[in-house]
């Protein structure tokens, strides 16, 4: 039984008994402690810590870090930055590079998410390089603020700590 003790009562297996002595499980650990049990202080700093990194991941994955907008004349539509968008785009670019070496001469892909936009080779290859820098450029973001968050010292400090900053968030490619 793994039991910490926080300001206001006692963690036991990942839930809070309240420092209520008509509560049952209250009393089963007082009951532990007179017997010996082991209680460990509850560590604030390090739950704080796994939190932060916890909404940290959550932003990471979020829209604003996770979606390219892609706008041509007035329409505009997104490609994901997750790992079966890039798969797609590199499929394209395999495909383009198949009918070039077939011999049609510029071929062209027709993306079409919400908008049309005919892309050639050239073009789609300048997304996929893009979002490959983009996507290295953020997961790094993300472990420098993951180490930042884990060497800080105060419970005020990783509340205060602002992960989004240095982040490239809602990057827009446009095609005229």
């Not at 983009?134 to 700590?161: C, M, P, S, W």
């Amino acid at each position: 039984m793994q039991i910490k003790q926080t300001a206001n009562g006692y963690l036991m297996n990942g839930f809070l008994v309240p420092n209520d002595p008509k509560n049952s499980d209250y009393q089963k650990i007082q009951e532990w402690i007179a017997q010996g049990g082991d209680i460990e202080p509850f560590d604030y700093l390090s739950e704080a810590k796994i939190q932060k990194i916890n909404d940290l991941n959550l932003f990471h994955d979020s829209p604003a870090v996770k979606n390219l907008i892609i706008k041509s004349g007035t329409a505009q539509t997104y490609v994901g930055l997750a790992a079966d968008y890039r798969y797609l785009i590199d499929e394209q670019i395999g495909l383009l590079e198949l009918r070039i070496k077939q011999g049609e001469k510029n071929p062209i892909w027709n993306y079409r998410n919400g908008i049309t936009l005919p892309l050639t080779l050239e073009q789609l290859s300048g997304i996929r390089v893009y979002i490959g820098s983009l996507v290295d450029f953020n997961f790094n973001v993300r472990r420098d603020h993951e180490t930042a968050i884990k060497g800080l010292k105060t419970v005020q400090a990783v509340n205060n700590y602002d992960f989004t900053k240095n982040y490239k968030l809602n990057q827009v490619l446009n095609f005229a």
